[in-house]
């Protein structure tokens, strides 16, 4: 069956550290693949999206990167901030079904 | 408004009654989508809509639960006789399609409802 696992449960790093934070599947080969910020008592936040033909995205401090070879997404954060504190949900796609990770709280301590 | 917003933000009820919960989406978004998210886990894909096609039911867990949506308005994901197992927040989220299919556009959530079946 498919599956999606998203790394550790939690992940703490000292501020200023780049936090990387992974997405494996299995049984499944996504076209698509976001990435989502939640926060508690929040909705998610979306974040960004990768394509299957597409490597490497960035968007700021933010980094995702897609191997379909692997079966993996990783998602970094530079120069982290307590304020990058959440849960990070990944949620790849194809054909129209979407399906959600159960996503890696991160703690920035400072 | 500026987002999707969600009422009630949280919903007490006792074994075996009905709950309506209420959504409304981003004005012009044509897609709109209804999640479960169990404390500590992901979100499970309920139900989807998609303009005037026939919505996507096949994440309902059972008969249950129901929803309908206004147009390309407002949407009430109803579930009647709850059970304790039903406890939950209930997410709604909408996105602009473009002839995209589910999961192909960012998606936009309301804060959710937390419903709490005694």
């Known amino acids: 069956s498919q599956k999606i696992e998203q790394n550790s449960e939690a992940l703490n790093i000292q501020e200023g550290k780049t936090a990387t934070l992974t997405c494996n599947y299995t049984?499944?080969?996504?076209?698509?693949l976001q990435w989502y910020r939640q926060d508690p008592g929040r909705g998610p936040v979306f974040l960004l999206l990768?394509?299957?033909?597409?490597k490497e995205k960035r968007k700021e401090r933010l980094k995702v990167t897609f191997d379909t070879t692997l079966k993996q997404s990783l998602f970094h954060i530079t120069a982290s901030q307590p304020a990058d504190s959440a849960t990070y949900l990944c949620?790849?796609?194809?054909?129209?079904?979407?399906?959600f990770g159960a996503g890696t709280r991160l703690t920035v301590k400072p | 408004g500026a987002g999707v917003s969600q009422s009630p933000s949280n919903k007490v009820t006792e074994k075996g009654k009905d709950v309506e919960l209420r959504c409304d989406p981003i004005?012009?978004?044509?897609?709109l989508y209804w999640y479960r998210q169990r404390l500590g886990q992901g979100l499970e894909f309920l139900i989807y809509?998609?303009?005037?096609?026939?919505?996507?039911k096949s994440g309902l867990p059972s008969d249950r639960f129901s929803a309908e949506r206004t147009g390309e308005s407002v949407s009430t994901l109803t579930i009647q006789r709850t059970q304790q197992e039903d406890s939950a927040v209930y997410l709604c989220?909408?996105?602009?399609?473009?002839?995209?299919?589910?999961?192909?556009?960012?998606?936009?959530f309301g804060p959710g409802t937390r419903l709490t079946v005694l």
């Open positions: 989220a909408s996105s602009f399609s473009g002839g995209a299919r589910r999961g192909e556009n960012e998606q936009f």
């Open positions: 049984n499944y080969s996504p076209a698509y």
């Open positions: 990768i394509r299957e033909n597409e």
């Open positions: 949620a790849p796609t194809r054909g129209g079904d979407m399906r």
């Open positions: 004005s012009g978004h044509t897609a």
């Open positions: 809509f998609q303009g005037n096609s026939a919505p996507d």
